[in-house]
């Protein structure tokens, strides 16, 4: 099979819901699979009311100058607990030791454990459950202790 004819597979699977194909021709099998990236969220009922809990204690402005922010080091899904029926890893105000996993985020059907950097007190929880996160995006303030 050609090069060309590969582009050409391809491309006609660029705007489908097909996320896998197979052909064989002339003894030569070709596959092309890719991720199917979700044009939607399903948020959960909870996320009503963690969007409280997130707005309760904002961070002081003295303290601002000295928090540590935990960024995301991928790009993928937010995740507050191990699973859906789980506490939170943690809450704001809760302390945390360096090491300590506090969220997760899923990438490529991958949970990453994500861990604080720093011994603290989680002073604000910048992202919602669920949501979507870029590299380098911030998801926790943490006052060091």
Same mark, same amino acid.
């Not at 991720?35 to 961070?59: D, N, R, T, Y």
């Not at 995740?79 to 890893?89: G, I, K, L, V």
């Not at 985020?105 to 949501?131: C, F, P, Q, T, Y």
């Given at each position: 099979?050609?090069?060309?004819?590969?582009?050409?597979?391809?491309?006609?699977?660029?705007?489908?819901?097909?996320?896998?194909?197979?052909? *064989? $021709?002339?003894?030569? %099998?070709?596959?092309?699979?890719?991720?199917?990236?979700? @044009?939607? !969220?399903?948020?959960?009922? +909870?996320?009503?009311? *963690? $969007?409280?809990?997130? %707005?309760?204690?904002?961070?002081?402005?003295?303290?601002? @100058?000295? !928090?540590?922010?935990?960024? +995301?080091?991928?790009?993928?899904?937010?995740?507050?607990?191990?699973?859906?029926?789980?506490?939170?890893?943690?809450?704001?105000?809760?302390?945390?030791?360096?090491?300590?996993?506090?969220?997760?985020?899923?990438?490529?059907?991958?949970?990453?454990?994500?861990?604080?950097?720093?011994?603290?007190?989680?002073?604000?929880?910048?992202?919602?459950?669920?949501?979507?996160?870029?590299?380098?995006?911030?998801?926790?303030?943490?006052?060091?202790?």
């Amino acid at each position: 099979m050609e090069f060309e004819n590969l582009k050409e597979l391809m491309g006609l699977l660029k705007d489908t819901d097909i996320t896998e194909l197979q052909v *064989e $021709k002339d003894g030569v %099998k070709v596959r092309i699979k890719r991720e199917k990236f979700f @044009g939607h !969220l399903e948020i959960q009922k +909870s996320v009503v009311h *963690e $969007k409280k809990e997130l %707005k309760e204690e904002p961070a002081e402005p003295e303290a601002e @100058g000295r !928090l540590i922010t935990v960024t +995301s080091p991928i790009v993928g899904t937010f995740y507050r607990a191990a699973s859906p029926e789980a506490e939170p890893f943690v809450n704001v105000g809760a302390r945390v030791k360096k090491g300590q996993v506090i969220c997760i985020i899923e990438a490529m059907k991958l949970m990453n454990e994500i861990e604080s950097e720093a011994d603290g007190v989680i002073s604000r929880i910048l992202v919602e459950n669920g949501h979507p996160v870029e590299y380098g995006e911030p998801l926790f303030l943490v006052e060091p202790i």
